[in-house]
Structure formats: structure tokens, C-alpha cells
């Protein structure tokens, strides 16, 4: 199904919002949010009303679930169409063969909008354009304002969904920290790099980044023990030594390898979303 734009935008790096030519709509109760969330996560296709049933209520839906999704989405199709031609149906919310869909144009969602800037920001880099890639990727970061797809944290439909944005932010956060260092901000980027381990102690690329920002602040040593602390976190949370990737950093660190200087050398983290 084509998208359409009809003046609305949707958010959802965070709790579910809407808005018309900039002025928020009320969405209404958290069951009806979530029912916007599962039409929005379904990309412009129809979703059947008993798949809609199941979703709403994780798969054990009350005898009259089918009453009360047909009077959410009436109040949804008020809500995004206040006030449609005498006579004409609603564009916004459409009843299909098929089921119910929310066509929505790919510049009307946050989350489309947050990964392009992701992958504008990666291309930039390989461009040799480190200073407007922290601007990019900075923007694209800052988008977020709150847990993604919050309202349906829980339910088994976005669970996929919400993994991908979140690999998709942390790539993003990623990227930031090594556009920073090419640009030549260190002092900027440790600060974030110490708040990404916070964030992700398991992930062992922002273990990588963290030691490389110490390494050029000139503190080899304590990029060194930063390594000794995330051996020690993944071997007591998963049982496993640190990959080839981050020994091998470790090793050059500790020779004082100067090609450790040269950012632009480093593989740039692939963009997952």
C-alpha cells in the first residue's frame, strides 16, 4: 500500500505521539496507543483485526476484543482526521479487504528519519568528513526522547522492532564517538565513550572505543586497565575472554603502536538499521 501524507507526523523514540502541522493530537488511553503502535509498526500494511486482537492483548483476547478494537480505532480515526468532508470517508486510518492499515509517508516517521541520519552520518565519515558527521549524528542522537516504541515495551509484536532501533541507536552512538576522535575532540569523545560501557559493560566495541580515546589522550595506561576491567566483566556476566579485536588493541596499546593514531584507519562500525 502507497503512503500518503495527510499533514501528520508520527514519533516513536519514545512514548507514541502525533501531530498535526505541529500541534499534538491526543492519542487517548494507553490501549489505543498501543494499537497505533501496532499500526505503525506494520510499515503501511493492513493488519487483519484478529492479528490486531492477538497483539493487543498477547495472545489471549477477551471475548468482546474485537468491540473494543473497532471503538479505538473509530477514536483513533477522530483523533488523526478531526474533522474530514461531510460524507467522506477517513484517508488517514483505512479499512481494507485485508484488514485495517495507517499509510504513512516514510519523512512523516522519526524512526525513518533517525536512520537515514544514521547512514548520513556513517557515509560522511567514509567521506572524510568527521566534523559533520559529529553534527549529524549528534542531531540523530538527540531525536530520542525516551525508551523506543515505549507504549508497547513488553508485547511480542515490537519486540523485533524494538531490538532493531536500539542496535541502530548504539551503532549510531558508535559512530558519533569515532567521528568525534577524527575531528580530533577527544576530551568530547571519552566522556561519551565512558557513557556508552556504562550503558552497554557486554559490548566490547565500546570497550574498543573507550581504550582508543584514552590512547589519544595519552593515558595508555589506564586505556590498559580499562581492558583488564572488561576481561573481567565478560568473563564473570558470560564466561568468555575478550574477542581478537580487543586483545589485539590491548597488545598495541601496550607496544605503543603508532598507528593507533591514524582514526582514520579504523573500520567504521557497520550500520545495523
Keep these: 500500500m502507497s503512503a500518503q501524507t495527510h499533514g501528520v507526523s508520527f514519533s516513536l523514540l519514545g512514548p507514541v505521539t502525533a501531530t ?3 500541534v499534538p493530537l491526543d492519542l487517548g488511553p494507553r490501549q489505543r496507543r498501543v494499537l497505533l503502535v501496532r499500526l505503525l509498526v506494520a510499515r503501511n500494511r493492513a ?10 492483548w498477547a495472545g489471549g483476547p477477551p471475548a ?5 478494537v473497532h471503538a479505538h480505532i473509530s477514536r483513533l480515526r477522530r483523533a488523526l482526521d478531526p474533522a474530514p468532508m461531510p460524507g467522506a470517508r477517513c484517508t488517514v486510518l483505512l479499512t481494507t479487504p485485508y484488514g485495517y492499515a495507517l499509510p504513512v509517508a516514510d519523512e512523516d516517521r522519526d524512526t525513518v528519519r533517525f536512520e537515514r541520519a544514521v547512514a548520513a552520518g556513517r557515509a560522511l565519515l567514509d567521506s572524510g568528513r568527521p566534523a559533520r558527521a559529529v553534527e549529524v549524528l549528534g542531531g540523530a542522537l538527540d531525536s530520542w526522547y525516551g525508551d523506543v516504541l515505549e507504549d508497547a515495551a513488553g508485547h511480542p509484536f515490537a519486540a523485533r522492532e524494538i531490538a532493531r532501533l536500539q542496535e541502530c541507536r548504539h551503532t549510531a552512538r558508535e ?9 580530533g575532540r577527544p576530551e568530547r569523545a571519552v566522556h561519551t ?3 556508552l560501557v556504562a550503558d552497554e559493560p557486554l559490548r566490547e566495541s565500546a570497550w574498543d572505543l573507550l581504550m582508543r580515546c584514552l590512547w589519544l589522550l595519552g593515558r595508555p595506561a589506564e586505556a590498559v586497565q580499562q581492558y583488564d576491567r572488561a576481561r573481567w566483566l565478560l568473563h564473570r556476566e558470560l564466561g568468555v575472554e575478550p574477542g581478537p579485536a580487543l586483545h589485539g588493541l590491548c597488545g598495541a596499546i601496550k607496544r605503543r603502536e603508532a598507528s593507533l593514531a591514524d582514526c582514520g584507519s579504523w573500520r567504521t562500525t557497520p550500520v545495523a538499521c
Design 20 to 22: 498535526r502541522d505541529g
Design 64 to 68: 468482546r476484543a474485537a468491540t473494543s
Design 193 to 195: 565513550a565512558r557513557d
Design 47 to 56: 493488519v487483519p483485526l484478529d492479528r490486531l486482537c492477538d497483539d493487543l
Design 175 to 183: 559512530l558519533h564517538i569515532r567521528a568525534m576522535l577524527m575531528a
